[in-house]
């Protein structure tokens, strides 16, 4: 690593020998400067890394030099040094964005801690979480390797998504693909025990885990008080992971409090059709069927998703009035924020905002996307950045300013797919690459979830013979014609429709007005 400069600007720099001479052992070279008119002079030719500043020296204050400073070199770490404890010089530093504030007499650890923190905090985060995820690599894999159950494998997956945030910040790539391998291991793992398992828990078993059909009913519905002023309002956001959420977090924490951080279990197919029609209706998606007819399609969005809602209500003898909003583009999410007072009139205010989920698909079509969200990290830097400026988050501003609590969540989420796996439909066979419906499907049925009886999955079946079939893991479906192709095009792309951590378990957060 090249040497560190440091600029020091103190009228009673001789008064700091001791500092600077420690500092120099440390390895470090410091210039010092007697004002802020000299500072600024010596960062117009010497290249400096971190600025060291009096608050009350004469000619230009600590605040005036930090302000031109700021204005020249905007990312240039400058620590504000003081004899005062006033209030409102810690907020006019604060304000100027100041890197770290310290209040004299200060003793030469305080300068080096504050050195560390500002030029060296991400070598030495990304060696401490290197070190961190070494010793807990092992304890995960025998977690993996157990007879988990249900609330075992949301606590699995959410240590996963701890460790890719935290080696996100990391330079040891090594590490990275290590926990990619990991998380491989774990979906395989976790795709074993939902095959082994849904059927009963799509029958009812007691100790099935919060799925689709059941959101509503058990955790939305108990929080509707009868006569309330106050709205229950469920956003939901299509095709937002659970890591997509962690990544939207810190752009709420402003505004709201998670009072309840949950995660759900989603139907398959984890396609639209099928998981978020379960959801809002609070039903499978033969009940769906034969409640509603034959409106909705394999792959196309339900065209009225408000008549699942009231129906919804209406089964669970739940009256009250409600309002349905969905919000597909961005002129839609501007006109809702305009008027967002106007549904909060209802009991129960349910909003569909589809962003991730057309983000998802881009990423298939528009080479653009491709690059910009090319791997896990990139996709939730630009799912948190899409949310940072959408007119979601201003929806939400104004509802926590009302003091409305929020339920935030998803339909299903998506996988980043890698392998293809071949199979033969026929030009009825749907074209979703992580599930196949139809009847005249040939396949391995090694490499797939097979369900042969469709009752039993409450899935509806065009005809007699009807089969679906669900890719796991990053698996994804290809046909022999130009499979070289197809397998290159899609591969690394974001899907949805198949068995995976990924899109299964899905975010359910209760959010509480700050």
Known sequence: MSEINILWADDEIDLLKPHILFLEEKGYKVFTTNSGDEALEYLDYQPIDIVFLDEQMPGLSGLETLSTVKEKFPSLPVVMITKSEEEYIMEDAIGSKISDYLIKPVNPNQILLSIKKNLDVKRLVSEKTTTDYQREFRNLSMRINEDLEEDDWIDVYKKLIHWEN????????????????????????????????????????????????????????????????????????????????????????????????????????????????????????TEIEQRFGKQWGSDDDFTSESDLVDGMLALNGKRCKNEFVKVNNLEEGKRLADKIGEYLHNELLVISYNFVDTLTHAKTELDMIKELADNEAAYRSVTSSWFEHSPLLEIMKILSEKGIKVMLTTDHGSIRVKNAVKVIGDKNTNTNLRYKQGKNLDYSSKEVFEVSNTEQAHLPRQNVSTKYIFARGDDFFVYPNNYNHFAKYYKNTFQHGGISMEEVLCPLVLLDPK
Request: aromatic share 14%; net charge negative; charged share 25%.
């Open 166 to 285: 935290e080696l996100d910040v990391s330079d040891d790539d090594s590490m990275g693909e290590i926990l990619a391998m990991q998380k491989g291991d774990a979906n395989s793992a976790f795709c074993r025990f939902y095959e082994e398992n849904y059927f009963d828990w799509i029958g009812g078993a007691d100790y099935a885990p919060l799925l689709s059909h059941n959101v509503f009913p058990k955790k939305v519905l108990p929080l509707i008080e009868e006569g309330s002023t106050e709205p229950v309002v469920v956003i939901c956001i299509d095709n937002i992971r659970f890591d997509q959420w962690r990544a939207i977090r810190p752009s709420l924490s402003e505004y709201y409090r998670v009072e309840e951080e949950n995660v759900y279990y989603s139907i398959v197919p984890t396609a639209t059709s099928f998981s978020r029609n379960a959801l809002f209706s609070g039903l499978l998606p």
